[in-house]
């Protein structure tokens, strides 16, 4: 076998393995709070929105911007910037409001900016989040890599289950 043809199955073989990982991929919404990249699972993604207003509720944590009401159906906000990081958003003209439901709870996540849909194969994904010595550390789901950004996967049932049970 000539070094042509060899190097043409090969490149024969890599593709097909290429193409037979795309099932290994996981895709992820990415925005950023304070600099730092988060991803969300893009399935349980609902939709995505610009600031509307907010009505505010009384009595309930401070993280807890209050509820909008999206088509007839009133949706909790969460101000993660807040949770994370304990200061108040600011909105600019790129945050957005991200519409996640989960076991058909639906919340809202207000985020600085969202940046884009990612595809990550599972191997570069670390669900081993142990080390990370963040505040709310227990809400990251796990680790992922993508270009030159680290990005912090959040565990949206951590997330719904700690609005509900806000006060």
Do not use: C, W
Not at 134 to 145: A, D, G, H, T
């Amino acid at each position: 076998m000539d070094q042509e043809t060899l190097l043409t199955s090969l490149a024969e073989k890599t593709k097909m393995e290429q193409e037979s990982d795309l099932g290994d991929l996981e895709q992820f919404l990415t925005f950023t709070i304070e600099k730092e990249f988060f991803g969300i699972r893009l399935l349980l993604v609902h939709e995505i929105l610009k600031p509307v207003l907010i009505t505010r509720i009384p009595n309930v944590d401070d993280y807890i911007l209050g509820v909008i009401n999206l088509r007839g159906e009133i949706i909790p906000i969460v101000d993660l910037k807040k949770r994370f990081h304990g200061t108040d958003s600011e909105i600019f003209p790129v945050s957005r409001i991200i519409v996640i439901m989960l076991d058909e709870k639906r919340i809202g996540v207000l985020v600085d900016e969202v940046k884009q849909v990612v595809k990550i194969q599972k191997d570069f994904i670390s669900y081993t989040t142990d080390d990370l010595s963040l505040n709310y550390s227990k809400m990251v789901e796990s680790v992922s890599r993508y270009e030159d950004h680290l990005i912090l996967n959040l565990d949206l049932e951590q997330i719904v289950d700690f609005v509900s049970s806000a006060k």
